[in-house]
């Protein structure tokens, strides 16, 4: 039972435009929600988060939205950079501090 | 702080063998986390400890998988007769308890990746 959900494995974006990677989740007990960002042979890193109880937080170029009547949240990074090619990993936690990840996007920015 | 430690990076061994990996957290964390990750996949979460209480356990894993934190610090996760769906990299992570529950931010190490042959 895939409780967080990335749909699209892959996104390829040019530098300066917006970068949007998306996530879905199933559970409504989740009390935050986080991305995490996989550069190969690191582990993950985590880039931002948003409690359940809000819609929209923001750190610097990256932004997320969470849509909680869609169950749906996503990242938006403006100016998207090559230095931003990662892959990206939306998470939620549970009340018991439990992190359930999505299966990753792997976003590309191309100079 | 050198940050959340693995040992070791990289382990090959055959089928029905077993294995241990070490994870180091950051000092004073209290909280510690296992996940495994597979090609393409996210991090599954195998188990996780409050000091040295194991608070709950995957129903993914089997019996062959168990996970300790003796002294709630450092922590071993031990693979019984090693099959070689357990190929895998095996990630650590820690936090302290009021950060999980305030961003839910956990620190993870760069893994131990195993290869069972």
């Known amino acids: 039972d895939q409780q967080v959900k990335q749909n699209s494995p892959s996104l390829s974006v040019q530098e300066g435009r917006i970068s949007i990677l998306n996530c879905d989740y199933t559970?409504?007990?989740?009390?935050?929600f986080l991305w995490y960002k996989k550069y190969p042979a690191e582990g993950p890193t985590f880039l931002i988060s948003i409690s359940s109880i809000k819609d929209k937080n923001e750190d610097g170029r990256f932004t997320v939205f969470l849509n909680k009547s869609a169950k749906h949240l996503s990242l938006h990074i403006v100016p998207s950079q090559p230095g931003d090619s990662a892959v990206y990993f939306c998470?939620?936690?549970?009340?018991?501090?439990?992190?359930?990840f999505g299966q990753g996007t792997e976003l590309s920015v191309k100079p | 702080d050198t940050g959340v430690s693995q040992d070791p990076r990289h382990k090959i061994t055959k089928r029905g063998q077993n294995v241990t990996f070490r994870c180091d957290p950051i000092s004073e964390h209290n909280r510690l986390y296992w996940y495994r990750q597979t090609l393409g996949q996210g991090p599954e979460f195998l188990t996780y400890f409050q000091n040295e209480a194991q608070l709950e356990k995957s129903r993914l894993l089997s019996d062959r998988f168990s996970a300790e934190r003796p002294k709630g610090s450092f922590s071993t996760l031990e693979i019984q007769r090693t099959e070689q769906g357990d190929s895998a990299m095996y990630l650590c992570?820690?936090?302290?308890?009021?950060?999980?529950?305030?961003?839910?931010?956990?620190?993870f190490g760069e893994g131990s990746r195993l290869t069972v042959l």
């Open positions: 992570a820690s936090s302290l308890v009021a950060a999980v529950r305030g961003t839910g931010e956990l620190f």
């Open positions: 559970n409504s007990m989740f009390d935050y």
């Open positions: 998470a939620a936690i549970t009340k018991g501090g439990k992190l359930i």
